[in-house]
């Protein structure tokens, strides 16, 4: 059974950073494309980025771009997101999530985190 478990929320002022963290286990974890995406209260779950299983490509949301890095460290199993400069916009719960097919861009997510809160201060 694949389990995705996300961890690095917090609370953090405007123009700082935060290292979000996932950790996948359950299947060969190299083989799969993964994601990040979020979700504010009351707006619907938006996609931020994504990254093939090598992690050859990358692609992002345009809200994040130059800001948000996504990585993947195999070895670990584990998938990053580094948000720096955040905005009080980028306030929200951010998921993990993983296709289910092995070596597959883009990507179709079947597999979800229970999700990180991300606090932004003006």
């Known amino acids: 059974q694949v389990q995705l478990v996300e961890s690095g929320g917090g609370l953090v002022q405007a123009g700082g950073s935060l290292r979000l963290s996932c950790a996948a286990s359950g299947r060969i974890f190299s083989s799969y494309s993964m994601g990040w995406f979020r979700q504010a209260p009351g707006k619907e779950r938006e996609f931020v980025a994504a990254?093939?299983?090598?992690?050859?490509?990358?692609n992002y949301a345009d809200s994040v771009k130059g800001r948000f890095t996504i990585s993947r460290d195999n070895a670990k199993n584990t998938v990053f997101l580094q948000m720096n400069s955040l905005k009080p916009e980028d306030t929200a719960v951010y998921y993990c999530a993983s296709d289910q097919r092995p070596r597959t861009w883009p990507p179709r997510y079947d597999y979800w985190g229970q999700g990180t809160q991300v606090t932004v201060s003006s």
């Open positions: 990254i093939t299983w090598s992690g050859a490509r990358t």
